[in-house]
């Protein structure tokens, strides 16, 4: 078994010690691995310790236990996978890395343990090679233009920045590279590149699922849309869905102006009718006063009639809104992906992650491990030609789940056409209750 991980050795100068810690070695771990993280703080970003950087020993840090007992012999192919994350090192100072760097160690962290399960329990050789992507589109496109070792993968994980997915998307084609796109939700993102997997579903499948969700229930006219101006392109895509499953009436659309501090002169009474419920969708998140101006509106006037509020994902990080306005107006949100802390599986990760790095998983950690492994596990089963059986793959994950379709010029899920690339459409639906957000459907 060969399986090896060659920290960006390029673009690097240092290699991490151990492997990627987002702990200071100088303390000491004392005590068993915490079973759960400890809660942060909604919408404030959580404070990463100090990171050591020792200079390139040439030791991988992905290599086997002696006193554990080894890996299955190989027996498969060698695969190169590439991982593109931004570690920012030209941001550190000194022997620091940057708070920005959290999400490339935590992910990359987390994708360590995935590889190490996969080198345990299959026959398959793995090289990973990791490269530091920067955070300018300018570093990018001079890590591609003089990297030849860039050649070599024949599957990359990453990059991050939505700007520079789109560059690599373009490079990778034209290589016939197979791109693991975990994080940047676009649409329409590429042409004809079967080769492309978007793994964070878009806008337009969240949309989706909360229409099929709350059509299953309502009828279209129980539905109102509410948005601000600059957000009313985005109703298309529920109205769309609202059509797919048979809704012959529009959903209600009630569109305010950008400038909008409360809905005093919206008349929310005429969206409310006795003895129904009554459903309103927020396609918005980038102004918490705007969604919170509506929920104190809807509050005030909706009397003893039953509603209820759906809104992004986002909305799960916003402080400002009193948790009462979640719970009495059934306020739900759209979520890729969700975490089960009782889950056996995800403790056991957590205590595998703790043991590795001193420190506890984040959200971002759980996703490398679960992309990581996907890929990995996708690699046994068909080798390369994996993108082709996506369309009957189904993936279940610690973070998410992936289920796949193919979207092309003439629309997500169209089954004629050919493909311009595959889409994770699994979207949880979240519910706000006593312990917070939980699923209710997918």
Known sequence: MKNIARLPWITLPLLLS???????????????????????????????DTVRWTPNTGKPPIKNDPNKPGPRPATGDTYHIGFLLPFLTNQAAGTTVPEKSRLGLQFYAGAKIALEKISAEEGINLIADVWDTQSTDADFQNLLNNTPRLQKPALFIGPVRSTHVEIFAEWAKARRKIVLSPESPNSDLTKDNPDFIQLNPS????????????????????????????????????????TSVGGTTSLTELIMPDETLNFDKADLRKYLKPGRNNVFVLPSWSSQDFVMAFLRKLKEVKGSNQVE?????????????????????????????????????????????????????????????????????????????????????????????????KVNSEGADSPGGATDYWENKYVHILKFGKSGFVPVAH
């Not at 890729?336 to 403790?347: A, H, N, T």
């Not at 369309?391 to 994950?397: I, L, T």
Request: with cysteine; aromatic share 12%.
């Open 18 to 48: 151990v492997v990627i810690m987002a702990c200071d070695p100088s303390k000491k771990i004392s005590g068993p691995a915490p079973t759960k993280p400890t809660k942060p703080i909604p919408g404030r970003p959580e404070p990463i």
């Open 203 to 242: 806008l337009q499948a969240h949309c989706e699922v909360i229409t099929r969700y709350v059509r299953q229930k309502n009828k279209a006219d129980a539905v109102t849309l509410v948005c601000r101006q600059k957000e009313a392109d985005r109703l298309a895509f529920f109205q769309q869905a609202n």
């Open 309 to 405: 509020v759906y809104g992004m994902p986002q909305w799960k990080t916003f402080e400002s809104i009193d948790a009462e306005y979640f719970t009495s107006l059934g306020v739900h949100i759209s979520a890729s992906s969700w975490i089960d802390y009782q889950d056996p599986r995800v403790k056991a990760f957590q205590d595998k992650f703790y043991e590795s790095t001193g420190t506890i998983p984040d959200e971002d950690a759980f996703n490398g491990y679960d992309v990581t492994l996907f890929a990995a596990s996708m690699l046994v089963k068909y080798g390369l030609s994996f993108p082709d059986k996506l369309g009957r793959e189904n993936f279940s994950g610690l973070h998410g789940d992936f289920k796949f379709a």
